[in-house]
């Protein structure tokens, strides 16, 4: 990955397909100083691990937590991470958003009682057999107000996930996946009405189909 404010970022519609992904979500923190510059999701915040290389390392991001996949297929999570430290756990890809939800079995409480509001929320939890819980919420519209942090542990604790992460939400809450049969893409969730398309963004969590054989 070469990110560059001076290159646009690109759109889930896109990246579903030119890595030919099967399924896809928003991931993790980018720049956005709230304007239509082309330049808002160029590059990402803080620490973005990319087969198993550091590929952006701009200090802190402006929500605390990390995830990632080790070379085991294992979800980290962790409230900070350095890129040492990822190199250290074998992170293979990894980003920064957050708050940590779910860590080795146990809710984080702060975050289950923080006044969080009703937002558009995406997320991303592991079970311990090793399945992967990837999580959408509608909101701000009539059908769906949206989703507390609290929702999303409860949804993430029901689906029996051992770690999970909150990854950026809002507007840029997107999930994408393709029918195997007809390998046709097509939204899974419902974006704000003032959307056209899904916004520009750096990085995206993807599932790569199985290799035959």
Do not use: H
Not at 64 to 81: I, Q, R, S, Y
Not at 142 to 149: E, N, R
Not at 163 to 188: I, K
Request: aromatic share 8%.
């Amino acid at each position: 990955a070469n990110f560059s404010m001076s290159v646009p970022g690109t759109r889930i519609t896109e990246q579903i397909e030119k890595e030919k992904a099967v399924a896809a979500v928003n991931a993790g923190a980018f720049f956005d100083n709230g304007t239509s510059s082309p330049s808002v999701g160029s590059v990402p915040e803080g620490l973005v691990i990319s087969g198993g290389k550091v590929v952006w390392n701009s200090g802190s991001a402006p929500e605390e937590g990390f995830v990632g996949f080790n070379k085991d297929n294992v979800l980290v999570v962790a409230d900070t991470m350095t890129a040492q430290e990822a190199m250290d756990l074998n992170i293979r890809d990894g980003c920064c958003f957050g708050p940590v939800l779910v860590k080795n079995g146990g809710i984080n409480n702060e975050v289950y009682n923080t006044n969080s509001g009703y937002n558009p929320r995406t997320a991303i939890g592991q079970r311990a057999d090793g399945a992967v819980i990837l999580l959408c919420i509608d909101g701000r519209q009539a059908g769906s107000l949206g989703g507390t942090y609290a929702d999303i542990i409860n949804i993430m604790v029901e689906y029996e996930a051992v770690n999970a992460c909150n990854l950026d939400g809002g507007s840029s809450t997107v999930m994408m996946y393709r029918d195997p049969a007809t390998g046709q893409v097509s939204m899974v969730n419902n974006y704000s009405l003032l959307q056209k398309e899904p916004r520009r963004m750096p990085t995206f969590f993807m599932v790569r189909p199985l290799k035959e054989g």
